[in-house]
């Protein structure tokens, strides 16, 4: 059933953790922010930020006058994708049509469903490194319509 899915979800939680599970580093803070949507039609958004921004210098429609230390340090603190999304059993398939990364564009980032339910969103992925398997955990909160 992939309506429960459908809507608005807030992130409350970015962590990474090591393959003995004694390393946890959050990527974006202990407080991240951003949303990721799900539309009904099959498409698709996702924006995360880290719980500090830096400040930025040039309002937007100037922000591609800004050096490029400033520039790196705002892509190094977001993140942004949209596409499609089709739901398979317990996992979430996000087809990239369009990134703050051109790297990701065109790919499909496959994502386990370890919880759902009316109010929270876990989604989980691992990433090969030197050590071992790393698991990227996003925690995300439905916000409601009324909120």
């Not at 809507?7 to 393959?19: A, D, R, Y």
């Not at 009904?40 to 490029?68: I, V, W, Y």
């Not at 596409?83 to 980032?109: C, K, S, Y």
Request: aromatic share 10%.
């Amino acid at each position: 059933m992939t309506s429960s899915i459908v809507g608005l979800w807030s992130l409350t939680e970015f962590v990474i953790k090591s393959p003995s599970a004694q390393s946890i580093k959050w990527p974006f803070g202990q407080k991240p922010f951003g949303y990721l949507s799900y539309h009904f039609s099959g498409h698709m958004q996702a924006l995360l930020c880290h719980e500090t921004r830096s400040p930025f210098p040039k309002d937007l429609e100037h922000a591609h006058l800004a050096n490029d230390q400033v520039k790196a340090q705002a892509f190094n603190e977001s993140l942004s994708y949209g596409g499609e999304w089709r739901r398979t059993g317990n996992h979430m398939a996000h087809h990239v049509q369009f990134a703050t990364n051109p790297q990701i564009m065109g790919q499909v980032l496959t994502r386990r469903i370890d919880t759902l339910d009316d109010k929270i969103l876990i989604l989980s992925y691992d990433v090969p490194s030197r050590k071992g398997l790393l698991e990227y955990i996003l925690s995300w909160h439905k916000i409601s319509p009324s909120e």
